[in-house]
């Protein structure tokens, strides 16, 4: 088993583009959720989806949009990139309420 | 507002002293709460849980309604648990800002 995978692993993008970023959840998993992460801080939520629709939403604006398919996998948009959008991407699958799983990240950087 | 505090960013102790890490949280409902650490070069895992109330490589948590807390400990510290921890309060997908953990030989 593979466990959680993410791609790309870096990314690197122009203020104002839009990003898509995707994960497979660890096999048997049928829950996607999303984390921004920072340099020096905690992973922030962003989204987690269930049955490709979204379960519950973190304080993020808009321009963040995730969708997940019926293979359970799932992809993270991130429209008009600000220099801020600038982190690690983590995403981290689960069965239901039990704990998470958490891919590589696949690291972001807008300039 | 919902949070969860790790007070520590840094985190140094020897090698069999005890350790502990701190972790408050505020919610208005019944709490889950988890520890997750990452090691170096490898990804944010599942430590314990503390709905389990297991001992996993010698770390120990114990929810302390009264307190908000749920502080991780572990009483000899070993150089492999050096890293990156972090408490997280499942109910709304929260993360504090975790601390890092040196153990010196």
């Known amino acids: 088993d593979a466990g959680v995978t993410q791609s790309p692993t870096h990314l690197i993008k122009t203020r104002g583009q839009q990003v898509t970023l995707r994960c497979s959840p660890k096999s048997g998993h049928d829950t996607v959720s999303w984390y921004q992460q920072a340099l020096g801080q905690g992973p922030q939520f962003i989204f987690q989806y269930y049955e490709e629709e979204e379960r519950q939403r973190g304080n993020f604006p808009d321009r963040f949009s995730g969708h997940q398919f019926p293979n359970y996998s799932s992809e993270l948009n991130v429209n008009a990139l600000l220099l801020g959008d600038s982190a690690l991407y983590l995403c981290?699958?689960?069965?239901?309420?039990?704990?998470?799983?958490f891919g590589n990240g696949t690291r972001l950087t807008v300039t | 507002a919902q949070r969860v505090t790790q007070p520590e960013k840094l985190l140094s102790v020897f090698k069999g002293a005890p350790v502990e890490l701190k972790c408050n949280y505020s919610y208005s409902g019944s709490p889950e709460l988890f520890w997750y650490v990452q090691y170096s070069r490898q990804r944010l895992q599942l430590l314990l849980r503390?709905?389990s109330r297991e001992s996993i490589k010698g770390f120990t948590a114990d929810l302390n309604k009264g307190e908000t807390s749920f502080h991780l400990k572990k009483p000899f510290a070993q150089e492999e648990d050096s890293a990156m921890y972090y408490c997280a309060l499942k109910n709304d997908m929260r993360f504090g800002a975790g601390t890092r953990l040196t153990v010196k030989p």
């Open positions: 981290a699958s689960s069965l239901s309420a039990s704990a998470l799983h």
């Open positions: 503390h709905i």
